[in-house]
């Protein structure tokens, strides 16, 4: 089977739990079905520009072949598919051309073509939350979604929560659609690691709660600062530290109190982007996860979290729920007084944080990519016979 992939999700320049799910499946197909080939695809970019995203992906280590360029660059290209339906696939570049199926693992939808279509949507923010996105976000989402419903053969979304919100709120049929769940690495991070890391950053000896994420709105950063601030007094509250781990989305972190940042003063760490070494590291040495988003179409922070054996506090939106299974501590994402005892809570009881750990490294275990890559191809197989 030869499958063409876009791959431009991977040179946004917060790619976010998205990019990881296209560098996987570009990676792995390949190695778990050795006759199949994966044709990456992206619009007008440097060389320079892809290499980049190769590296900070391992996809330069995995031997996947460099990607099919496009004339167009990505807003226009992103326009000219979903508004005219043009440039099709089928002539240029050659080596797409010569696809069996076509996979948009994110919603910027080509014309079919004479072949298969398989379109990824993850969720159905944008009606959810549009004051989450930019203008052109939200047309660039809408019109790619309804050209998924006109043109796709088969849409696949990540968790039952995300297929439920998308045959709600969008013209995809729910006959059309497939779950196939995310998976997560189970790479653990070694003791000498985690010091490394923690050392670097300035967190040696200092014990914290972790959030990753892109800082946006929807990721409801601010309520957990709020919350925090409250028992983040060295004389009576635990003497932990907040660190924050992601680069900034579309309006950055609008949803947050520069007031109680600044309360928080040294005790509050934002590191930007890292390393996947690094975050593996990060999770490990934390004492707590704390997960606050208004909602998820999937949550890959949680299992990233459980599979280095830490404790996880998060939103008790549908999707975390299905992702976590109880093996994580419920919270209403809006409730500062109930994340403030929440924290406040674990915080102070390492046995429960210990239970909780132990449950979630089972959770995490019933995931992983090779399984949600076999998983997707079972789709592709699918839309072949359709």
Same mark, same amino acid.
């Given at each position: 089977m030869r499958?063409a992939?876009n791959? *431009?999700q991977?040179?946004y ?5 998205? &990019?990881?799910?296209?560098a ?6 390949p190695?778990?079905?050795e006759?199949d080939v994966v ?11 892809i290499?980049?995203?190769?590296q900070a =992906?391992?996809?330069? @280590? ?7 360029? $496009?004339?167009l660059?990505r807003?226009l ?10 440039p099709?696939?089928?002539r240029r ?6 696809a069996?199926?076509v ?9 079919r ?7 990824? /949507?993850h969720d159905? =923010?944008?009606? $959810?939350?549009? *004051?989450?996105?930019?203008?052109r ?14 043109r #796709? ?6 968790s039952q #929560?995300?297929?439920?919100q998308?045959a ?11 779950v196939v769940?995310n998976g997560?690495?189970?790479i653990v991070?070694?003791?000498e690691?985690?010091?490394r890391?923690?050392s670097?950053h300035?967190l ?7 959030w990753? &994420?892109?800082?946006?709105p ?5 309520t957990l600062?709020?919350?925090f601030s409250?028992l983040?007094s060295?004389?009576?509250?635990p003497?932990?530290? @907040?660190?924050?781990?992601?680069p900034p989305?579309w309006?950055?972190g609008?949803?947050i109190?520069?007031?109680e940042v ?11 982007r890292?390393?996947?070494a690094t975050?593996?590291s990060?999770?490990? &040495?934390a004492?707590l996860?704390?997960?606050?988003s208004r909602d998820?179409g999937?949550?890959l922070p949680?299992?990233?979290?459980? /599979?280095?054996?830490t404790a ?9 729920? *299905?992702?976590?299974a109880?093996?994580a ?8 007084d109930a ?5 406040e809570?674990l915080?102070g ?11 979630g490294?089972?959770r995490?275990?019933? =995931?992983s990519?090779?399984r949600?890559?076999?998983a997707?191809r079972?789709?592709y197989?699918? #839309?072949?016979?359709?």
């Amino acid at each position: 089977m030869r499958v063409a992939v876009n791959i *431009e999700q991977l040179l946004y320049s917060s790619p976010g739990g998205t &990019g990881r799910y296209v560098a996987r499946i570009v990676a792995l197909l390949p190695r778990l079905f050795e006759e199949d080939v994966v044709l990456p695809f992206v619009a007008r970019h440097s060389g320079d520009e892809i290499a980049a995203a190769y590296q900070a =992906f391992g996809l330069d @280590l995995a031997g996947v072949a460099a990607p099919a360029r $496009l004339r167009l660059p990505r807003p226009l290209l992103y326009e000219a598919w979903h508004r005219l339906g043009l440039p099709r696939l089928d002539r240029r570049p050659v080596d797409v051309a010569s696809a069996d199926l076509v996979h948009a693992p994110f919603p910027a939808v080509p014309p079919r073509g004479r072949r298969p279509l398989v379109v990824t /949507v993850h969720d159905a =923010f944008y009606e $959810l939350y549009p *004051e989450g996105f930019s203008r052109r976000g939200r047309s660039f989402h809408r019109l790619g979604v309804a050209a998924a419903a006109r043109r #796709a053969d088969l849409v696949i979304t990540v968790s039952q #929560a995300a297929a439920e919100q998308i045959a709600s709120l969008t013209p995809i049929p729910p006959e059309r659609i497939r779950v196939v769940p995310n998976g997560v690495d189970h790479i653990v991070a070694g003791p000498e690691e985690v010091a490394r890391a923690l050392s670097h950053h300035g967190l040696a000896g200092q014990p914290y709660v972790l959030w990753v &994420g892109s800082l946006e709105p929807r990721k409801n950063v601010g309520t957990l600062i709020s919350a925090f601030s409250r028992l983040s007094s060295p004389r009576d509250g635990p003497p932990h530290h @907040l660190v924050l781990v992601g680069p900034p989305g579309w309006l950055g972190g609008g949803d947050i109190d520069t007031a109680e940042v600044a309360r928080l003063g040294d005790r509050m760490h934002s590191l930007g982007r890292v390393d996947d070494a690094t975050l593996r590291s990060l999770y490990a &040495g934390a004492d707590l996860f704390a997960f606050p988003s208004r909602d998820e179409g999937f949550g890959l922070p949680v299992l990233e979290a459980m /599979v280095q054996n830490t404790a996880v506090v998060c939103s008790d939106v549908p999707a975390l729920a *299905e992702v976590a299974a109880g093996a994580a501590r419920l919270v209403a994402p809006g409730d500062v007084d109930a994340w403030a005892a929440a924290l406040e809570d674990l915080l102070g009881h390492p046995e429960s944080r210990r239970e909780m750990a132990e449950a979630g490294e089972r959770r995490a275990a019933d =995931f992983s990519w090779d399984r949600s890559v076999t998983a997707t191809r079972a789709v592709y197989e699918e #839309a072949l016979a359709g």
